[in-house]
């Protein structure tokens, strides 16, 4: 929404990573054609074979007991790196400048890859491994919502014209996406 209020004509990518909480892509593709998204697409690519995160791998528990310190189980190794690499092939295919991510930094928790850093750091990659990159025409790595709080990427959702209610941001909603409430 934040990129279509911009100007951008939006190919909108989610990924089913074998994420306990599939219902995010119901949603995300309900949202995508609400927002008039040029074309949504959902590639498979299952890293529950790895495991290693409690929201791929269904013999870690996803913790009910608030924030931890560190990196939280709930981490799934690389995943916004694997994510904005698939992203960054289909934007250099569709010719397109920019990339736009909803990671949050102030809800970082651990996440290393939610971080502005991150983001510049990825996009720095980007044009070096990537033909639009060499050839001078660059693809740009953008987080609108990198540093707001979740109050106010609710307000900003509203602005928009999005409706929070149809959003999945609980690691173990109900089949319908709707929060488990712990």
């Not at 892509?25 to 074309?39: K, V, W």
């Not at 959902?42 to 009910?64: E, N, Q, R, W, Y």
């Not at 660059?138 to 609710?154: C, E, F, N, Y």
Request: negative net charge; aromatic residues 6%.
């Amino acid at each position: 929404a934040w990129a279509r209020r911009e100007g951008y004509a939006c190919h909108c990518l989610s990924v089913d990573y074998g994420q306990r909480h599939a219902a995010e892509l119901d949603a995300a593709r309900t949202i995508a054609i609400a927002q008039g998204a040029a074309e949504h697409k959902v590639l498979k690519l299952d890293l529950s074979a790895f495991g290693g995160s409690a929201l791929t791998d269904a013999a870690i528990a996803v913790p009910v007991d608030g924030m931890q310190t560190g990196i939280p189980i709930t981490y799934v190794p690389a995943r916004n790196t694997i994510l904005l690499s698939l992203a960054l092939g289909w934007a250099e295919v569709l010719g397109a400048g920019h990339i736009f991510v909803g990671a949050n930094a102030v809800d970082y928790s651990g996440y290393p890859d939610c971080r502005p850093e991150y983001l510049q750091a990825f996009e720095v990659m980007a044009n070096l491994a990537t033909k639009a990159g060499v050839e001078g025409r660059g693809i740009k790595v953008r987080g609108p919502l990198v540093d707001l709080s979740k109050a106010a990427i609710v307000k900003l959702a509203l602005e928009l014209g999005v409706d929070p209610s149809g959003t999945v941001t609980c690691y173990q909603p109900d089949p319908e996406g709707r929060a488990c409430g712990v």
